[in-house]
């Protein structure tokens, strides 16, 4: 491993990086299936960068940069909880400080090489790069409503411009592998150790996140099914679940999938509604609501899609939140019993489930 590194050229160094580079701000999509994985891309700007640092210790630092990037690259979305929009600025804030050194090793390369025409040229394109990286940073939180034609003109020609910005750096990174990378002896042979660690730790952390992952998982239960006395009472207790919901942070939601075609209808006699809470200790929760004129009916769904954990503790948060409910009912004034032997049914079912269990 070592005679290969020492065996690399200069000018082989700089192909990694462009291919790295292509590799890394490049995609290019085929349904959800990236035929440029960032993560190569990443570990050949590893690669490439560990034998430049004798250039310019910008290299060194770059090469950090990319190493991060690498391991950061293979955690995926369902471990981020709400915070994706938070990772993806982390993830592009890295990517500016990477090229940033990249580029700015190349510059001290070419004053190096007393090529004054490279340095401005990769100068004025690393501006470039960070100057539109703000607004593309930024479009995703402050575009939540549709575009009018403005709008939509803006950002179609700073996506347009970035793309242009990417190729003429990657031609800028080009041109320096073959004007002056061909000239300069390799005395500067890295180490592979961080390479390897870098390779190493990226598919560590990929496997692990692959055998915690429980997928997708989602259930919808039958929670609470209430019987009033009265139309009036029904109307009263209906009054008060609301407020109780509003306490929990429970409000009127689209329906969580598109199978739930029937939430949201209203009628004089009826409503069957939707509801989502904001609060974290909710997340992954939806409650479906059917009133008629003298009941009240309600459905729990809960969804998760990340480690084998979480499921559990989404799915006993459901179940503690229907087991609340069906307690709640139960001791209202209002309600109708119209069986005894099943009066409280309901109850026993949801402390039996959460029994079930498993530790977390």
Known sequence: MVCFQKLMSISSRFRFVFLGAVFAFLSIRIGD???????????????GCSGLGGLSVRFAVARIFWAVLAVLSVVPAWCL?????????????????????????????????????????????????????????????????????????VVFITAMAMLLTLFMILHGIRRVQRELAV???????????????TILAAGALGIFFFSQHSGYRSTTFSGVNFHAKSEEDCK??????????????????????????FAGMHSAE????????????????????????????????????GFKGGEIRTKRKAYELSLELARWFHARPERAVLSPDSDDTGIRYFEESLAELPAE
């Open 236 to 261: 009263q207790v209906d009054a008060d679940l609301q407020t109780r919901f509003g306490e929990k942070g429970f409000t009127d939601s689209y329906q969580p999938t598109a199978m739930d075609q």
């Open 81 to 153: 909880g709400g915070r994706t929009n938070d990772f993806a600025y982390l993830v592009q804030a890295m990517q500016c400080g990477g090229l940033w050194f990249l580029l700015g090793g190349m510059i001290a390369f070419a004053v190096t090489a007393l090529r004054l025409d490279l340095v401005q040229i990769l100068t004025r394109r690393r501006m470039a790069f960070m100057v539109l990286s703000v607004p593309i940073a930024l479009y995703p939180r402050l575009l939540t409503k549709p575009l009018d034609d403005v709008s939509g003109a």
């Open 33 to 47: 299936f990236d035929i440029l994985p960032d993560v190569v891309g990443y570990v050949l700007l590893v690669i």
């Open 183 to 197: 000239e300069v002896p390799d005395d500067s042979a890295g180490s592979p150790v961080f390479a390897l660690f």
């Open 270 to 305: 009826s409503r069957d509604y939707w509801l989502k809470s904001d609060k974290e200790e909710f997340k992954g929760i939806y409650l479906k609501v059917s009133r008629s004129p003298a009941t009240i009916s309600i459905s729990t769904k809960w969804e998760h899609d």
